[in-house]
């Protein structure tokens, strides 16, 4: 007997190794993705321009990457004493304007050359709701706590994300020709939209997605929110605020990535080491800092040692 409904997820034609270059961008539930990969020493860049719910956002900050186009003073946006980037997160946002203009151009650097090498692009699309600024007209990443009167909010149609991504597609491998990108959609549910905004913002983020990757070859799609609401529909699946995934289910997401993309190699190793990051991450309570220090250095020297062997 069934008790659940299974998203089947079958293995794609692209494999993860460990050998790879990743960048995670998106939504909150990238960040856990991006977590997950760094937890197991991967070599990953995670939101380098913090948490981004919106598509549009993030192909202009990706366009922005590529160009390698620096940041100037004049770009911010002042509130509350604090100065803001609207392709940022508000952890960026600072009282002073070059200090803030430094911390973004460095970022800028980092992740275009990142970028240049990598091997994946994995892009957790939050909502296809959002707010654009009424100065320019520009979908914003974060509103900053900017009074909302100064945006207007709306629901951008699959077509439109489906032209606009295309061409940052075509970009992305003219840069970087061998690159590989995995799309996804949140599978936090977003309520401030409503039941039905919300269903209407991720049927057209799904929609996007899976007309892109019927176009590229090397675009593939990863079930994230199907499973969430169609395998794991049972309340005990979601945070206390019944609304994003608990860890269990966010663990239970990550075991049907890995059958999709990680290659057998990569999969051994994560076997192999989850003993070891165990130990790491739970300190014995009778233990002195100085010993702690040493078994763990020890413990992350063993996961050193296998990586690199299991890499060769």
């Not at 494999?15 to 990953?44: P, T």
């Not at 032209?163 to 990108?181: C, D, H, K, Y």
């Not at 499973?227 to 309340?235: A, P, T």
Request: aromatic share 12%; with cysteine; glycine share 6%.
């Amino acid at each position: 007997m069934k008790l659940t409904t299974e998203v089947e997820v079958g293995s794609s034609s692209f494999q993860l190794g460990l050998n790879d270059s990743i960048v995670v961008m998106g939504s909150c539930f990238a960040q856990e993705v991006g977590a997950w990969f760094e937890s197991k020493r991967f070599n990953v860049c995670v939101n380098p321009n913090g948490i981004l719910f919106h598509p549009s956002v993030m192909s202009r900050c990706l366009i922005r990457a590529m160009q390698s186009k620096t940041y100037t003073g004049n770009e911010w946006v002042e509130h509350d004493g604090l100065f803001h980037s609207f392709d940022h997160h508000g952890k960026w946002s600072n009282s002073s304007v070059d200090a803030l203009t430094q911390s973004v151009n460095e970022q800028l650097s980092t992740f275009h050359d990142f970028l240049k090498g990598a091997s994946t692009l994995i892009l957790t699309w939050g909502s296809a709701w959002g707010y654009q600024w009424m100065d320019n007209g520009e979908w914003v990443a974060n509103c900053h706590k900017i009074p909302q009167a100064l945006f207007t909010k709306s629901l951008q149609e699959a077509s439109v994300m489906e032209s606009e991504w295309s061409r940052v597609i075509g970009q992305l491998r003219e840069m970087n020709p061998a690159l590989q990108i995995i799309l996804t959609v949140s599978p936090v549910r977003y309520w401030r939209d409503g039941a039905h905004g919300n269903q209407l913002s991720k049927a057209n983020l799904m929609i996007a997605a899976n007309a892109l990757a019927n176009k590229f070859d090397f675009v593939h799609y990863f079930p994230a929110y199907e499973i969430m609401v169609d395998e794991l529909r049972d309340y005990r699946f979601y945070a206390a605020d019944m609304l994003h995934p608990s860890e269990v289910a966010v663990e239970y997401i990550l075991e049907k990535f890995k059958i999709a993309f990680m290659d057998s190699a990569a999969r051994n190793y994560i076997k192999q080491i989850e003993p070891l990051l165990k130990f790491i991450n739970h300190r014995p309570l009778h233990v002195s800092s100085g010993e702690w220090d040493e078994l763990r250095a020890k413990k992350e020297a063993e996961i050193a040692e296998l990586l690199k062997k299991m890499k060769a």
